[in-house]
């Protein structure tokens, strides 16, 4: 029996990175998967990667930004599935500027994806945990849904945001049945940093010196993996943690305990 053998749980942005290490990792404990995100090549992938284990997967093509994908993606899970035990809040996307620098186009989309399609996913999963009794919901928040940082205001406003709205599901739904957490990862190490463009990091001699740098400013010394966020996300989704909820889970390192 793995942690989450017979429950059914919803992953957006299951396509690289950590949803793609929790999808996995939840596949290794049983559950059956919905996968969400734009890039079908690689979604196709994962859900082959996690039906390999033994278990169902299936890859929901959507942009978490339409109200409208949002709506389908949980169609397809409840019409495959009939039950969504977990809903892992985790699509997102990183954005650069100041106050002075960030412009509407930039607001709307950090907002959009960040902050309005956890909002929009809860909204559509909640009633039917609580006709099944039980839910979880997980959101991923970040380092900086509790301390700021410089020149990534637009990211930082939307963690912020997820990080209150999860303390305020909390406590809306905790007579459900339904906790909801944030997991809150420092400097994750994914493929998407290495993409042409994506921040300083895609010039290999600029990646090792942001690697020397974390080995700086991050207690542990180093970026985290992945695999280590996925863990602590399996921690707020099954039974272990049936008694925690409005929890913001710092997996950074150390980073904010300076
Ligand atoms: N890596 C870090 O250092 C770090 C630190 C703190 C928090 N986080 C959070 O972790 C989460 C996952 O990011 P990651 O680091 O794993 O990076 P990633 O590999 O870029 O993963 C982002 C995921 O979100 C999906 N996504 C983005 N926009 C979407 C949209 N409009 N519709 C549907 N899916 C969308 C992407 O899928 P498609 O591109 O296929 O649509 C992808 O699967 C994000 O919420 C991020 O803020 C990351």
Known sequence: ???????????????????????L??????????ITGRRVGLGTLVAAEARQKGVRCEFVEADQARAE???????????????????FNNAGIVTK????????????????INVTAV????????PHMKRQGRGVIVNNGSDWSLVAGRDAFPYIASKGAVGMMTKAMALDFARDNIRVNA??????????????GY????????LEDAKREAGAYIPMGRFAQPEEIARAVLFLACDDSSFVTGHLLLVDGGNTAQ
């Open 69 to 87: 994908d949002c709506q389908k993606v949980v169609e397809i899970a409840l019409r495959e599935f009939g039950r969504i035990d977990i809903l």
């Open 183 to 196: 997991v809150c990862p420092g400097d994750t190490f994914v493929d998407r940093w290495l993409e042409k």
């Open 199 to 206: 921040f300083e990091y895609s010039d290999p001699a600029t």
């Open 1 to 23: 029996m793995g942690k989450l053998t017979g429950k059914v749980a919803l992953i957006t942005g299951g396509t690289s990175g950590i949803g793609k290490a929790t999808a």
């Open 97 to 112: 500027g100041t106050a002075e620098t960030t412009d509407e186009s930039v607001w709307r989309e950090t907002m959009e």
């Open 25 to 34: 990792l939840f596949a290794d404990e049983g559950a059956g998967l919905v």
């Open 119 to 126: 909002w929009r996913m809860s909204k559509l999963v909640i």
